[in-house]
């Protein structure tokens, strides 16, 4: 049984950079992405970007200037950066799993504030 | 960029009543490459059907995909209490991969 666990900082200050971790734990990881997604409060999904096992990324064009996704996968976990972060960064951050998105951690609310 | 258009923006139906939600690609979806997604409060989505017409593991088959290229269609045959939910339709056919604004089936 595949399971997600990600946790980060959940409140930043504008210009901060957020940074979120997920651990994937269980099945077998070879030939899928790792994704991260976002849901601003009350609104839609937004892909993020994804990464595989050997480190290839790609991201949203939206978000490409701003976004690091990296990997470890002696420990099976990958990472979120997004710098320079503005109140409308404000959302639940998902970890998901998979090409669709079949396993999804349990979400992640960052608040940016001042 | 695909941009997909999900209708209508909320179903008002009643437990045991048929649903039917859909989902409008502004470009065609490669290799029928569209999975819908079901979503409660509070909750992370949760992965329903893959390849616009393959239950995910687990689903019950209550819940039905069809389409090409660019329309779309989650059914549910009958609506448990449980199924009261909002359900995002995605394309991973081409990048970036996109999502629906959702549709929010809501209890009558």
């Known amino acids: 049984q595949v399971q997600l666990q990600q946790w980060g900082a959940g409140l930043l200050k504008p210009s901060e950079t957020l940074s979120l971790t997920c651990v994937v734990y269980g099945g077998s990881f070879s030939g899928y992405y790792w994704s991260w997604i976002r849901q601003p409060p009350g609104k839609g999904l937004e892909w993020i970007g994804e990464?595989?096992?050997?480190?290839?990324?790609n991201y949203n064009p939206s978000l490409k200037s701003r976004v690091t996704i990296s990997v470890d996968t002696s420990k099976n976990y990958f990472f979120l950066s997004l710098s320079s972060v503005t109140a409308a960064d404000t959302a639940v951050y998902y970890c998901?799993?998979?090409?669709?998105?079949?396993?999804w951690g349990q979400g992640n609310l960052v608040i940016v504030s001042s | 960029e695909s941009v997909l258009t999900q209708s209508p923006g909320i179903l008002s139906l009643s437990p045991g009543e048929r649903a039917t939600l859909y989902c409008r690609a502004s470009q065609s979806v490669s290799s029928s490459h569209l999975a819908w997604y079901q979503q409660k409060p509070g909750q992370a989505p949760r992965f329903l059907i893959y390849g616009a017409s393959s239950r995910a593991t687990g689903i019950p088959d209550r819940f039905s995909g069809s389409g090409s290229g660019t329309d779309f269609t989650l059914t549910i045959s009958r609506l448990e209490p449980e199924d009261f939910a909002v359900y995002y339709c995605q394309q991973y056919g081409s990048s970036p991969p996109t999502f629906g604004g959702g549709t929010k089936v809501e209890i009558k």
């Open positions: 998901a799993y998979g090409s669709p998105l079949n396993y």
């Open positions: 990464i595989n096992r050997s480190g290839s990324a």
